[in-house]
């Protein structure tokens, strides 16, 4: 089945150091991708997306590119602030009647100044 | 901007009790969703809902029910609430326009059921 697999976490960080977050995926036909981030005390709020193949997301200084490829759509960001410890979620969108997302299982981040 | 609005962000139940949560959105959106979630599983849907009066079940039904009567609202229902759910639960909503549409979170209902 459809399914998202993230980057094992907590991920622990120094203030502007480089981030990557691994998400690959399992889909049949060509969903869309999504970075979804919760911040402590929150629900989920859109990070970025992409839909289709090459597509980059890009917003608040994180990028992914959704590489058809090798299945993928890493989370990236060249200096990370305090700001950004969070729990960051990959997903996928099935056009389904309603547009369902898969998620992944969350990664926290934790940025240490 | 798009509100999510949810009825609790805590609860405490007993097992055996009837409890609602409730969801409401303020933008016309025509789908809304339920999902629990719990550390190391992610999100997982229990119920979504694509106009008003219509359900269909995601991944993990089972132990609940929700009801649509409007377009706004939408309501997670767990009939006998059991120990084991004990969650985050959280609503989202969403447009309807042919491609993958961004859905919206509200804050979250943690659920504790003694």
């Known amino acids: 089945g459809d399914s998202v697999t993230q980057m094992e976490g907590p991920v622990t960080l120094s203030e502007e150091a480089f981030l990557t977050i691994n998400c690959t995926y399992t889909?049949?036909?060509?969903?869309?991708l999504f970075w979804y981030v919760q911040y402590p005390g929150e629900g989920l709020q859109l990070l970025l997306k992409a839909t289709k193949a090459d597509d980059k997301g890009s917003n608040k200084g994180f990028e992914a590119t959704y590489r058809k490829e090798t299945t993928s759509f890493h989370l990236e960001k060249g200096s990370v602030q305090v700001s950004d410890s969070a729990v960051y979620f990959c997903a996928l969108g099935l056009i389904q009647g309603a547009q369902k997302l898969v998620f992944g299982q969350g990664t926290r981040l934790t940025i240490n100044p | 901007d798009v509100k999510v609005t949810q009825s609790s962000r805590y609860l405490v139940k007993r097992t055996g009790e009837k409890v609602f949560l409730e969801c409401v959105q303020d933008m016309d959106h025509e789908n809304m969703f339920w999902y629990r979630q719990d550390p190391g599983l992610g999100l997982r849907l229990i119920y979504f809902?694509?106009?008003?009066?219509?359900?269909e079940k995601g991944d993990i039904p089972e132990g609940y029910s929700v009801s649509r009567e409007k377009k706004e609202r939408f309501s997670l229902i767990l009939e006998s609430a059991s120990t084991n759910q004990t969650s985050m639960y959280l609503c989202?909503?969403?447009?309807?326009?042919?491609?993958?549409?961004?859905?919206?979170f509200g804050p979250g209902t943690r659920l504790t059921v003694l």
């Open positions: 989202a909503s969403s447009w309807t326009s042919g491609g993958a549409d961004t859905q919206y």
């Open positions: 889909a049949t036909g060509y969903p869309s």
């Open positions: 809902s694509y106009d008003v009066k219509m359900k």
